[in-house]
């Protein structure tokens, strides 16, 4: 929901989740390109997708070193950006950069498959079906950083 200012100013949207991070859809799209909105994890996000496809055709891990800079890149983002937790927040087991990565992952495979597999295999409605829940997974995650119940690993250099 917007709320009008009366000002040039854009509006503020009302809910901290919706502004603090950007929507699962909004991420799938920047993976694949679609539309790499101006949240700063879009690009990230975008990237991680590009890495994933030349995995697809070039197996070797030459994009690991790539994927830990752009999880540390997104990782320093969340520091940055998201509230402080509350002190009784949970830790989540991983960091976002990570979360990020393997729904890029998941996506670049599910559309893989869709593209190269016959559409009714049990394979490709499997790779959607785990895409669908990374989603929910990132949505769940996101609301409960962004409401500060939640707490990501501090995965700063000493």
């Known amino acids: 929901m917007h709320v009008s200012t009366g000002t040039s100013r854009p509006a503020r949207i009302t809910d901290s989740s919706e502004s603090l991070f950007p929507t699962g859809e909004a991420l799938l799209s920047a993976i694949r390109g679609h539309h790499v909105g101006p949240h700063p994890l879009a690009p990230i996000a975008y990237r991680f997708g590009q890495l994933h496809q030349q995995r697809l055709h070039r197996p070797a891990c030459l994009a690991c070193p790539h994927r830990t800079e752009l999880s540390v890149q997104a990782d320093r983002w969340v520091t940055e950006h998201a509230p402080p937790p509350h002190p009784n927040a949970t830790l989540h087991f991983e960091s976002l950069g990570t979360v990020i990565d393997r729904l890029a992952a998941q996506q670049v495979r599910a559309y893989h498959l869709l593209m190269s597999a016959e559409p009714s295999s ?12 990374l ?9 409960a950083v962004a409401h500060r119940a939640r707490r990501l690993p501090d995965t700063s250099c000493p």
Do not use: G, M
């Open 135 to 143: 989603v929910d997974d990132y949505t769940d995650l996101t609301t």
């Open 122 to 133: 049990p394979f490709v409605h499997a790779a959607w079906y785990r895409l669908a829940e």
